[in-house]
């Protein structure tokens, strides 16, 4: 699936631009090792190098050491790190999927998985992860909201249900899976619940105040196994059906990040 990245400057002040991959150019890779192999499969020591070129399909990078005295058997390969650099930006950069399996009208349910159930027309990566990343000066402040459309029968789309999604509130960590709050009190997601179809603005799930949190990237986890997503399948004006079977229902959430402006100096 494709990600999404929603790049929000909090002023025409603060806007800033996405550096390039921070990064040297990539040489192409070329293997070297000291052991020469034969048609035969045989290895002989090579004290001058056998490059070998990429490494993979059965090409072996040798270290091999011949019997003579002195005889040290080296090898050596290439791999690449890379990175993309953002400066004075509030970016969106993945949000969460719910898979919620199968349950019964009139419960409520915990997280099953975070598959898609094979809708494609989403920004999400079928993860459970929720990521702002954090460049702007001083870290003036942000809040992230959520609204979800109803429930729609995939197989019937005029079947829908306002079924409600309940985020309960979790620890805001970094990339190193540390507190991101500049103080000794943990920084959470606030307690959350979408009713789908629900029209006015969208609930915030993250609301952080200027100076209270570090800069960087900021996660937010919604899996089986933290159990901080539930739905519940009341519908008030569902009437119920009086037929057996099984119905699969998708809703879309749209998350949005709104920016903090900072106070230009003077």
């Not at 192409?28 to 002989?44: E, I, K, M, N, R």
């Not at 460049?135 to 019937?156: C, H, M, Q, W, Y």
């Amino acid at each position: 699936m494709k990600l999404s990245k929603s790049v929000l400057a909090g002023s025409l002040a603060t806007a800033g631009i996405v550096l390039g991959a921070i990064a040297p150019a990539v040489t192409a890779q070329a293997a070297t090792g000291t052991g020469d192999q034969a048609a035969d499969g045989s290895v002989t020591y090579n004290k001058d190098g056998v490059d070998v070129g990429k490494l993979g399909s059965g090409k072996l990078a040798i270290a091999y050491a011949g019997d003579a005295e002195g005889q040290e058997g080296k090898a050596t390969a290439e791999s690449n790190a890379n990175v993309t650099v953002q400066s004075g930006l509030l970016t969106l950069d993945a949000v969460p999927d719910f898979g919620f399996a199968n349950a019964a009208e009139g419960t409520t349910v915990a997280l099953d998985n975070n598959d898609t159930n094979g809708n494609p027309a989403t920004d999400s990566q079928g993860k459970g992860v929720l990521t702002v990343t954090e460049s702007r000066a001083k870290e003036p402040g942000f809040t992230l909201g959520a609204s979800i459309t109803k429930f729609a029968n995939v197989d019937d789309s005029t079947d829908t249900k306002a079924y409600t999604l309940n985020l309960k509130p979790t620890e805001l960590k970094n990339d190193k899976g540390e507190s991101i709050a500049t103080g000794a009190t943990a920084l959470n997601t606030k307690d959350m619940s979408i009713t789908g179809g629900a029209t006015g603005t969208a609930d915030n799930l993250i609301d952080l105040e200027g100076g209270t949190y570090n800069a960087g990237p900021i996660n937010a986890s919604f899996t089986a196994d933290d159990k901080n997503a539930f739905l519940d399948l009341t519908d008030p004006s569902s009437t119920g059906s009086d037929k057996n079977g099984v119905k699969s229902y998708n809703a879309t959430i749209t998350w949005t990040l709104t920016s903090q402006p900072v106070v230009a100096a003077g």
